[in-house]
């Protein structure tokens, strides 16, 4: 009976050891495709941008702050999604998202909810390998800064600045455009549903005109990945939301531009953050 | 004597008696007369003897008429009468009394000088109604009324007499020379009765009392026959010589001399000899502690003897065994049967292993036959029970275990104490069955400890032991009290039993040997009146000196041995009949069953019951921070149940084990046919556990592998398991070490204590100690974990990748910046001229720079600190940054594969919620923080000037190509062949476990720790001594 045992393991263990085997060889022959590539990319990406190109959302939730709006948990990405997203770009895109919601949360002194969001963003970026981009103690900081607004801000702001410079640094730019993108969209949808009389908020109606530039330029950065299947299919997207303030005169807007926005943020918002 | 027993003795001497001659002569009354006042007193010789005229009145009214009608009446009467009398004596009289009264009977006829024809009618229809054996019967008619010599059967008659013509005639025949009286004796066949009659000039005295010419005696065992000019007759004798030896060859059991010491300076047994042959029947009798035990285990051959030698027809018993295999046989003291089996199933497992060759029908018959003989009938199917909670009663037990020797029929049969517990009545049964194996030509020698007047008559030969292991007397029982008394100086010392009643005095000679001294005041001090030497001294000059026989060389001669059935299995027959043996037994025991069966599943629900972590009321696998914990508990709970299945097995079986080794069965087959058990029941108790652990916690998919590991592991502790049981004396003694060896698996399985937390000193870095890997909890955990996180039916699609992922992430952002920095703090110190942190750091860097695999080989060599400039450093900044981006765009380009993958998975389930589901079902995240040691925040560690990757450990290749590796390694690597972890661990605690099973094959704990004794003993001795000195 024992016999049989041994035997049967060493079939078991014999198979798997040629299937282990035959497995490693694989990768061997993508390497030098990926050298020859190496020698490309080096050249192209000496000129990258190191500096934020956008105002982070923090101007944003700042601004909702002043007017008086109120501070919704519902508006923001529930922190729970952090684990359905299993690819790169909707972790980069959702990672800015979170940003967003974060910078939120922080301003409206939200502390635990600060602390859920800035969980959430530290799994992403996880899972992103980023973890070398922002300091190690981040949360640690976070936590003990908790009753100071001004500090908490500076923190989380370091920290979209790290992770923007380090991404670019070492060519992974596009994943830096898409986390931005993240946390645009994801101001702008707070903006949008904050309040049903929006459009009777002067200042409201400020902030959704002033998005019309950080827009224009956010897809001007992404055309240089349009490539890419996810970011042509991105800026699609945005140029929808961007033809409409196209149609905006200057210094004014109407209702039905208001609106239009407000629904195609919606449906895109929720295309990404599924 | 009974009343009514006397009574029906009137009555039938009333019958027997011719009353016209009794007219005449007188005798019968006479006769009454002396028979009753032998026997009783005065006022009952009156008594009975006018009960006997009225009965003889009675039964002869019609004698004396002269009508025809009437005596044929009177005839019939009678000899209704006689059946009616026999009748009733049947139902109370036991055979041997029977032939007694018959024998009375037949003497009472004698007297008459005439017999009459109605009387010998009446006598026939006696003998018929009694149910006395026909040969018998008329064989006793004519020894006593007739002459011996006219018997028919002359087989059953012995003479002992001077003639030397005797001996032709057909008689069994004893010659004594000088003899001058003739003595015959006839064997009753059907109750081993011997009757004896004696002519000649001479007085003959049987047991001291002057015996009648020509009148019919019996004798009885422990009897003994004396006339002047003939050594004394003794019962052995004669029942020898009516031994029935044509069937069997006879045995000659002779000891030279021996000796046996427990250690060089303490003698157990001291010098003595013995001579025994086939027949007799060998009483061993000691005070307490005087080594009666050790004695027979010395004569039986399991102790090893220091001096002498003991041969069985010549053959010894120590160096060829195999010659002597089925001849002795021995029941120990305790108990050797399985409690859980009836008395026949125990009769019939031991006759499998004894008679391999004997059909199913031959075996049963065998055992029916044995059960019958034993007197085991009542109890045939019952089960044996324990001693405590008793179902057979102590003699049965104590039958069934001498029976289950004796069914192999061993020429030579040892017993330690058949009687000790028993009833007398018990006694005597054990006693009587014993004696007649001798009959049946064995040998027997026991230990008896108090035996009764009637036992110790049983007895052929006696030897009696002292303090020290000291023989003082071999020679026959009777003449043993004759003996002391003599050597104590009692007055008549000849007088061995009563007179009258026949009653002896068996604790005389222990008396005698172990009497106290008294103090000047009267009282009894401890110090013995002669010591043990003095009585060891007397018996070497009055016994052993006198052993003739010790240098008769006629007796080494050797003999063909008894032949017997006895023939053990092969191997594997040994094998498959104890398995049927142990299975059987077990499923009896329905409360270890139940226990067995139940303890994994009800385990298994209380650890997932609780552990099941419900938040809401959905439950999600991956969020279940409990499952690590489950792990690790499956574990504990494997090992546990393994041990405890395993720890009794075989140290309740010692004795048995014992006896087996007595009979050259296979230890090889015992222990594998253990084994095999506890295969199965792990393999119930793991696969039950697993099914419903599994199965609450929802862990999909991986039942076979956890129950593989599980299984492993729980026969790896059954094997320790036995080895411990097998090594050590108690059962206590087991329960205690379960804990010691069940605490240091769990502290150092890796879960409790981290192992690059431990002491610098058993401590390694780079991989897992030599304290975690003696430990196989660690190997199961790991097996269990790396399993659980690396082949689920999610993270399966992946692991490939993430391997490579992490790999190369940390090389571009932990491994290479590090060596940046080295390299520019070189060229800082150097520049600085700080020698000694300038070769600090270019030591680092060339220790560690070859993992990177530079385009630029020689880059390595020029890392000298003689050769080394700003130059050097310029180059190797180059290379590192080079190989940084290489290693990013590697990291790119699997997470591009990783996310394909993704998608294909995605088109194949239908949609990323399906996906999403897939995670939640099999990936759960707790395990992910353990196994990928998220809570570290060390992810890189120098270590004697080498870095080590200390993140993402099951990602992590391991450093070496002998097997070794870190803790949660994801594969194994021997030399170019990789094993992934769970197969590797699992393969290597079978390895282990074979090596225990080797260690349990010889026994090695058992040994190590008598030598661990052995050397405490002789260091001991050795002090001793020298204080001495």
């Known amino acids: 009976m024992k016999n049989f045992t041994l035997l049967s393991i060493a079939i078991i263990s014999t198979t798997l050891i040629f299937s282990s085997c035959s497995e490693n060889k694989k990768t061997d022959n993508d390497d030098e495709s990926v050298i020859s590539e190496i020698k490309r990319r080096t050249v192209k990406d000496e000129v990258s941008e190191l500096v934020y190109p956008l105002p982070t959302s923090f101007e944003l939730t700042n601004m909702l702050n002043e007017i008086g709006a109120a501070y919704i948990l519902s508006l923001s990405n529930p922190v729970e999604n952090a684990e359905k997203y299993l690819t790169v770009n909707s972790k980069a895109f959702n990672l800015g998202v979170y940003g967003a919601d974060l910078s939120y949360a922080s301003t409206y002194k939200q502390k635990q909810i600060t602390i859920d969001y800035m969980s959430a963003s530290n799994k992403l970026i996880e899972e992103l390998g980023l973890t070398s981009a922002i300091e190690d103690s981040i949360i640690t900081k976070i936590e003990a800064n908790q009753d100071n607004k001004d500090a908490l801000i500076n923190i989380i702001s370091t920290s979209f600045y790290d992770t923007y410079k380090y991404l670019n640094k070492n060519e992974r730019g596009e994943l830096a455009l898409l986390i931005l993108t993240g946390s645009w969209l994801e101001g702008l949808y707070i903006c949008t549903h904050i309040s049903e009389d929006t459009f009777n908020d002067v200042n409201m109606i400020k902030i959704i005109m002033n998005q019309k530039e950080p827009l224009s330029k956010l897809v001007s950065l992404l055309d240089q990945y349009s490539e890419k299947e996810f970011v042509a299919e991105l800026i699609t997207d945005l140029t929808d939301i961007k033809s409409v303030y196209d149609t905006m005169e200057q210094g004014s807007i109407t209702a039905e531009q208001i609106t239009s926005i407000t629904q195609k943020v919606d449906t895109i918002r929720t295309k990404y953050t599924e | 004597m009974r009343e009514s027993l006397l009574k029906a003795l009137m009555q039938l001497f009333a019958l027997l008696t011719d009353l016209r001659q009794e007219e005449q002569s007188g005798t019968a009354h006479t006769h009454v007369n002396e028979y009753l006042s032998k026997h009783f007193s005065r006022e009952y010789v009156d008594q009975y003897s006018k009960i006997f005229d009225e009965y003889l009145n009675e ?33 109370e009289l036991e055979k041997g009394e029977k032939i007694s009264l018959f024998i009375q009977l037949l003497q009472f006829l004698r007297k008459e000088s005439k017999i009459g024809g109605e009387e010998l009618c009446l006598f026939d229809s006696l003998a018929t109604s009694l149910l006395i054996n026909k040969e018998d019967s008329d064989a006793l008619k004519t020894f006593i009324l007739d002459t011996p010599e006219n018997v028919e059967n002359k087989s059953s008659i012995l003479i002992i007499s001077g003639n030397e013509l005797d001996a032709g005639k057909g008689y069994k025949h004893i010659l004594n020379e000088k003899q001058q009286v003739t003595v015959w004796f006839l064997r009753v066949k059907s109750t081993d009765t011997f009757v004896f009659r004696y002519s000649g000039e001479r007085n003959l005295y049987l047991n001291g009392n002057r015996v009648d010419k020509n009148r019919p005696y019996i004798l009885a065992p422990g009897a003994v026959i004396k006339t002047s000019l003939m050594p004394p007759v003794y019962y052995g004798t004669i029942a020898e010589q009516f031994l029935d030896t044509q069937r069997r060859s006879r045995i000659l059991y002779k000891a030279h001399d021996v000796e046996y010491k427990f250690n060089p300076t303490q003698i157990a047994t001291h010098k003595f000899s013995l001579l025994c042959r086939s027949g007799q029947f060998w009483g061993i009798i000691g005070g307490s502690g005087t080594g009666k035990t050790t004695l027979l285990n010395v004569l039986n051959g399991n102790l090893k003897l220091s001096h002498g030698r003991i041969t069985i027809n010549g053959f010894d018993l120590h160096s060829e065994r195999e010659d002597l295999e089925g001849v002795i046989g021995y029941v120990p003291q305790d108990d050797l049967l399985i409690e859980e089996l009836t008395v026949y199933e125990n009769l019939y497992y031991n006759a499998k292993l004894c008679f391999s060759k004997e059909s199913e029908e031959e075996i049963n018959k065998i055992i029916n036959e044995t059960v019958e003989d034993f007197d085991l009938v009542e109890a045939r199917d019952l089960v044996v029970g324990n001693p405590l909670k008793k179902i057979l009663s102590g003699g049965q037990r104590k039958r069934l275990n001498i029976a289950l020797e004796l069914m192999r029929q061993p020429s030579v049969l040892l017993v330690d104490e058949p009687t000790s517990g028993l009833s007398s009545m018990d006694s005597e049964k054990v006693m009587l069955l014993l004696k007649r194996q001798t ?77 106290r001294m008294v103090n000047p005041e009267g009282k009894i001090i401890r110090e013995r009146k002669v010591k043990p030497e003095e009585w060891y001294q007397k018996y070497l000059e009055k016994f052993e000196k006198k052993y003739t026989w010790k240098n008769n060389k006629a007796l080494d ?50 650890l997932c019951f609780f552990t099941k972590y419900l938040d809401n009321e959905t439950y999600i696998f991956s969020d279940n921070v409990n499952i690590p914990a489950y792990i690790f508990m499956c574990i504990i709970v494997a090992m546990f149940m393994g041990l405890n299945v395993s720890a009794e097995e075989i ?102 204590v981290d192992f690059d937390k431990l002491h610098k000193s058993i401590s390694s870095k780079e991989k897992v100690p030599l304290i975690g890997n003696i430990m196989i909890s660690r190997w199961g955990f790991e097996a269990l974990s790396v399993n659980q996180y690396k082949n689920n039916e999610f993270e399966k699609h992946f692991f490939e990748y993430d391997l490579n992922l992490s790999t190369y992430s940390y090389y571009y952002s932990l491994l290479i910046p590090e060596l940046e920095r080295r390299n520019d703090e070189a060229l800082w110190h150097f520049k600085n001229n700080d020698t000694a942190r300038f070769y600090e750091q270019l030591n680092i860097l060339s220790i560690n720079l070859p993992k990177i695999e530079l385009e630029n080989k020689e880059l390595t060599n020029s890392l000298n600190k003689n050769i080394y400039n700003s130059e050097i450093h310029k180059k190797v900044a180059e290379e590192l940054d080079f190989k940084k981006t290489y290693y990013r765009h590697m990291y790119f380009s699997f997470e591009e594969k990783k996310d394909q993958v993704y998608s294909n998975l ?34 890189i560690e120098l270590f004697n000037n080498k870095y080590i990757q200390k993140k993402d450990p099951i990602y992590m290749p391991p450093l070496f190509n002998n097997g070794g590796a870190h803790f949660f390694a994801p594969y194994k690597q021997i030399g170019i062949i990789k094993i992934g972890t769970p197969l590797f661990n699992m393969l290597f605690v079978w390895v282990f476990t074979i090596l225990l099973c080797v260690t349990l094959y010889f026994d090695s704990l058992r040994r190590i720790i008598n030598y661990v004794e052995r050397f405490k003993l002789r260091k001991q001795t050795n002090r001793l001594m020298k204080l001495r000195i």
């Open chain 2, 906 to 939: 995605v088109k194949k389930l239908g949609s990323k919620e399906a996906v999403f589901k897939l995670k939640q079902d099999n990936y759960n995240s707790k395990l992910a923080q353990w196994v990928l040691r998220k809570n570290e925040l060390q992810k």
């Open chain 2, 439 to 515: 009959l049946k030509g064995k040998l027997v020698i026991i230990n008896i400890h108090q035996p009764s007047s009637d036992l110790y008559k049983l007895l052929d030969k006696l030897l009696l032991i002292d303090k020290g292991g000291r023989i003082i007397y071999n020679g026959n029982p009777m003449d043993a009290i004759e003996y002391f008394k003599r050597e104590a100086n009692y007055v008549n010392p000849e007088e061995r039993e009563c007179g009258t009643c026949g009653n002896v005095k068996t604790e005389q000679p222990l008396r005698i040997i172990e009497a």
């Open chain 2, 59 to 91: 039964y002869h009214k019609g004698t004396l008429s002269h009508n025809k009608e009437e005596q044929l009446e009177q005839l019939q009467n009678n000899q209704k009468a006689i059946t009616n009398i026999c009748e009733q004596l049947n139902k």
């Open chain 2, 557 to 606: 001669k050797k003999e063909k041995l008894p032949s017997n059935r006895f023939r053990i299995p092969n191997r594997k027959n040994q094998f498959i009949i104890y398995l049927k043996r142990d299975l059987l037994s077990k499923i009896k025991d329905k409360q270890y069953m139940m226990l067995t069966l139940l303890e994994a599943p009800a385990l298994a629900f209380i």
């Open chain 2, 651 to 752: 140290i309740k079986d010692k004795k048995l084990l014992q006896r087996e080794t007595f009979l050259n069965l296979s230890r090889f087959s015992y222990l594998s046919s253990k084994v095999t058990i506890m295969l199965i029941i792990s393999a119930i108790q793991t696969l039950s556990f697993v099914l419903i652990g599994n199965g609450i916690l929802e862990i999909k998919s991986m039942t076979l592998s956890y129950w593989a590991i599980l299984f492993t592991l729980s026969v790896f502790s059954n094997i320790l398991g036995l080895n411990i049981s097998s090594g050590l004396n108690s059962v206590v003694s087991i329960y205690i070490i379960i804990p010691l060896i069940l605490v240091p698996q769990i502290l150092f399985s890796g879960v409790i």
